[in-house]
């Protein structure tokens, strides 16, 4: 073939590529060009290509230079080709749109219904001039029991009351086995080892009980723990300090009726319980008293000189009876519908 010829079927080809390329409206259409003219196989192009092989021997070096030119600007303007419908994708993604449509609300987590009540509680009694002050979940046999007047005779300790854990500490307590805290009561002895009276402290957290659970009960609760050790201290002011807790935190007097009970707690003398009026009847809320002798001098106060008084309450149940909740389950089952109405 001359060297002309080839030259001239190689533009014509180029153009009608171009061509193509440039008018093909959706990704099918280009690729269709595409096999048409560069496809590997029979694709135009190739067609050429097979035609190079009858040019003179001496004009082969200018036909296939040519041939790679014009191979690189097919190449080129299919590139564009693809950009451009790329280009108009991008473009109808960018399209107005009806800012009168609904927006899609976001939604904002807030805090646990439990975690609000402790943090009010924690509001108010400061405000009554008690500091908050935190203690070890896990417990030791001193803590839990010992110091309290729990002797190692007392059904309280008893495993069936109890969460143990299966490993005795090593060199710690005689061996004797951890827990997980049956109550804040083991806060009052930890602040009074280390402080001098007087003392006015609380602390909030959980406490771990086998309980069976059911409408009241939990095996996990938190409690509010309440200690107050000066001169002078008696059952009237334990009286005062829970009332005027109570009328802040349920919003007034009128609002929730509170009775004292006479009752039994192995580190309180006298000692109370303490009900709130719920649902036509009355619901247990904590246990109170004035602090046993026996636990101050475990602690090394006189109780010649100091006395005290200390109150544990149910944390749930304060906030259920707040909200109308009836079951201290609804609290643990992660149910956000009912969460999110707090
Ligand atoms: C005590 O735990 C004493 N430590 C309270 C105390 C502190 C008395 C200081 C004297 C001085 P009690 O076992 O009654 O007491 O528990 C106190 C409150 O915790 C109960 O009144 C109740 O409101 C709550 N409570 C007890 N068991 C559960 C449970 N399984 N689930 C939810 N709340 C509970």
Redesign the pocket.
């Given at each position: 073939m001359a060297l002309a010829d080839f030259l001239a079927s190689l533009d014509a080809l180029a153009q009608q590529a171009r061509d193509a390329f440039a008018t093909a409206n959706s990704a099918d259409a280009l690729e269709a060009a595409r096999i048409e003219f560069l496809g590997a196989k029979s694709g135009h192009l190739r067609q050429v290509q097979k035609g190079l092989g009858s040019v003179e021997k001496s004009d082969k070096p200018a036909a296939g230079k040519r041939f790679n030119e014009i191979k690189g600007l097919m190449e080129q303007a299919f590139e564009t080709a693809q950009e451009r419908l790329a280009g108009r994708v991008r473009e109808s993604a960018s399209e107005p749109f009806d800012v009168t449509l609904p927006g899609q609300t976001v939604r904002v987590g807030h805090l646990h219904p439990i975690t609000q009540t402790i943090r009010e509680m924690k509001d108010i009694m400061g405000r009554l001039g008690f500091t908050a002050v935190e203690g070890p979940e896990i417990e030791d046999d001193w803590h839990n029991f010992e110091a309290l007047n729990i002797p190692l005779s007392h059904p309280a300790r008893d495993p069936l009351d109890n969460f143990y854990l299966a490993t005795a500490e090593k060199g710690c307590q005689d061996e004797k086995p951890l827990l997980l805290r049956?109550?804040?009561?083991t806060v009052?002895i930890r602040v009074m080892e280390k402080t001098a009276p007087p003392v006015r402290i609380i602390s909030l957290g959980r406490?771990y009980?086998p309980?069976t659970a059911d409408a009241?009960?939990?095996?996990m609760?938190h409690?509010i723990?309440g200690l107050l050790i000066d001169r002078g201290v008696t059952m009237a002011d334990l009286k005062s300090v829970l009332r005027l807790f109570c009328q802040s935190y349920f919003g007034g007097d009128d609002q929730v009726h509170v009775r004292f009970r006479p009752s039994f707690?192995p580190?309180?003398e006298p000692?109370v319980?303490?009900d709130m009026n719920w649902q036509g009847g009355w619901m247990?809320?904590?246990?109170?008293?004035m602090v046993d002798p026996n636990v101050l001098r475990a602690v090394g106060y006189d109780p010649e000189e100091v006395t005290g008084f200390?109150?544990?309450?149910?944390v749930?149940?304060i906030c259920m009876r707040q909200h109308g909740i009836t079951d201290?389950r609804a609290l643990y089952q992660n149910d956000v519908r009912f969460l999110s109405q707090f």
């Open positions: 049956s109550q804040t009561s009052q406490v009980r309980d009241t009960h939990y095996p609760f409690q723990e707690f580190f309180t000692s319980e303490v247990e809320m904590g246990g109170a008293g200390a109150f544990g309450l149910g749930e149940r201290i």
